[in-house]
T-cell receptor, first 120, second 114 residues
Framework: AQTVTQSQPEMSVQEAETVTLSCTYD???????LFWYKQPPSRQMILVIRQEAYKQQNATENRFSVNFQKAAKSFSLKISDSQLGDTAMYFCAFMKLLPGFTSGTYKYIFGTGTRLKVLA | EPEVTQTPSHQVTQMGQEVILRCVPISNHLYFYWYRQILGQKVEFLVSFYNNEISEKSEIFDDQFSVERPDGSNFTLKIRSTKLEDSAMYFC????????????FGPGTRLTVT
């Protein structure tokens, strides 16, 4: 069974600084996706970034980037130039990629989350 | 931009009562999910639904739970006889046919069982 671990329950960062949230996972699968979701105080989870395991290049989305280390099963999120609006709970999620495009559940397995507070 | 919506936002019920949590997925999505988040804990998968049937369910999803897509737009989660430990935030999510991966989440329903 897959597991996802986020070892930092809470973090804080000064506005405009850079912060890195860690995520490790355990799987015997070779094909999977990894995601970072943001859950602001309004509580709707929003996709921040995703990474396909078969891609060696780290995904980036504006100020958000990941450091994906497949051999180490590590998937950290870096937020550059932190903004007050980045204050939220951040969840790392794993999704196994099943053979057959239309078959399968593609359920997410989430980590316990990291509460990030950006300080003015 | 299309969104997943959920009603009610907060439901308070007494132990043993039945509750129905409602979700309206994004209209062209075909895969639907319910997740649960007990306060302070991680988000857990409950069930997935595709082509009018459950495609996978977790061990949490016992006989007290059921899902339904009654009219082609709503997707409901029913808890037949609520327990105190069912108190949690329940999230609905949906995914389109053509994409692999990204699920769109609703804002959640907070269920409080007293």
């Amino acid at each position: 069974a897959q597991t996802v671990t986020q070892s930092q329950p809470e973090m804080s960062v000064q506005e405009a600084e850079t912060v890195t949230l860690s995520c490790t996972y355990d799987t015997s699968e070779n094909n999977y996706y990894l995601f970072w979701y943001k859950q602001p105080p309004s509580r709707q989870m929003i996709l921040v970034i995703r990474q396909e395991a078969y891609k060696q290049q780290n995904a980036t989305e504006n100020r958000f980037s990941v450091n994906f280390q497949k051999a180490a099963k590590s998937f950290s999120l870096k937020i550059s130039d932190s903004q007050l609006g980045d204050t939220a709970m951040y969840f790392c999620a794993f999704m196994k990629l099943l053979p057959g495009f239309t078959s399968g559940t593609y359920k997410y397995i989430f980590g316990t989350g990291t509460r990030l507070k950006v300080l003015a | 931009e299309p969104e997943v919506t959920q009603t009610p936002s907060h439901q308070v019920t007494q132990m043993g009562q039945e509750v129905i949590l409602r979700c309206v997925p994004i209209s062209n999505h075909l895969y639907f999910y319910w997740y649960r988040q007990i306060l302070g804990q991680k988000v857990e998968f409950l069930v997935s639904f595709y082509n009018n049937e459950i495609s996978e369910k977790s061990e949490i999803f016992d006989d007290q739970f059921s899902v339904e897509r009654p009219d082609g737009s709503n997707f409901t989660l029913k808890i037949r006889s609520t327990k105190l430990e069912d108190s949690a935030m329940y999230f609905c999510a949906s995914r389109s046919f053509g994409t692999v991966g990204e699920q769109y989440f609703g804002p959640g329903t907070r269920l409080t069982v007293t």
